[in-house]
């Protein structure tokens, strides 16, 4: 089983629709949890974290964490196209962070 | 500017012969890391280092060589290049381990081809 897993996709929502994407973590002594956008070509870039159970809002965007059913999510309201890249999902616990393979959104207009 | 600089950009490189991606911040970060990313494999760490003279392995070291002999530099060796070490390499840092929540920079990635 892998440490992080994500769909890897496309996902494909129109302009002005809410984005949702998944992530689960094997290892429940994860502790931290991130969000990262990666456009084609270019490096990662942190876009949220969270570090415990519930919501946290930034902007357009809302991270999820369930502990328990160790999972957690991605939500982008308002989808505009310069949304659509791959978003990479990492776990921090045990001295390490651990990346998921991604997935690739596409906002279509 | 704050950031991570990594070269070569690009290199197209021959079995066997030994090759250097250096990386430097100027940010003053003490964590340091190397990571690959391959399709369908995603980012996977090679090797971090938490300060100067302290690295350690990640989870794919085979076949790589690092050193911190100061705090701004983490080059990565490749000393005998295999065609299987074709992939995108990616140096970040941050200021604490990124798994503690601080924020991990990237540079903007090494293509290396292997022939």
């Known amino acids: 089983q892998k440490e992080v897993e994500q769909n890897s996709g496309p996902l494909s929502v129109p302009e002005g629709a809410i984005a949702s994407l998944n992530c689960t973590y094997s290892?429940?002594?994860?502790?931290?949890f991130f969000w990262y956008r990666q456009y084609s070509g270019k490096s990662p870039e942190l876009i949220m974290s969270?570090?415990?159970?519930g919501d946290k809002e930034d902007g357009r965007f809302t991270a999820q964490l369930n502990k328990a059913s160790q999972y957690v999510s991605l939500l982008i309201r308002d989808s505009q196209p310069s949304d659509s890249a791959t978003y990479l999902c990492?776990?921090?616990?045990?001295?390490?962070?651990?990346f998921g393979t991604g997935t690739q959104l596409k906002v279509e207009l | 500017e704050a950031q991570v600089t990594q070269n070569p950009r690009y290199l197209i490189t021959v079995t066997g012969k030994k090759l250097t991606v250096t990386c430097s911040q100027n940010?003053?970060?003490?964590?340091m890391s190397w990571y690959r990313q391959d399709p369908g494999l995603g980012l996977r760490q090679i090797y971090y280092?938490?300060?100067?003279?302290?690295?350690d392995k990640g989870d794919v070291p085979e076949g790589y060589k690092v050193s911190r002999k100061e705090k701004r530099n983490f080059p990565l060796i490749l000393e005998s290049p295999s065609p299987n070490q074709t992939s995108l390499y990616f140096c970040?840092?941050?200021?604490?381990?990124?798994?503690?929540?601080?924020?991990?920079?990237f540079g903007e990635g090494s293509w290396l081809t292997v022939v």
């Open positions: 940010m003053n970060h003490e964590y």
């Open positions: 970040a840092s941050s200021y604490g381990p990124p798994w503690s929540g601080n924020t991990i920079y």
């Open positions: 280092s938490m300060n100067v003279e302290v690295t």
């Open positions: 990492a776990r921090g616990g045990g001295n390490k962070l651990t």
């Open positions: 290892d429940r002594g994860s502790q931290s």
């Open positions: 969270i570090y415990s159970n």
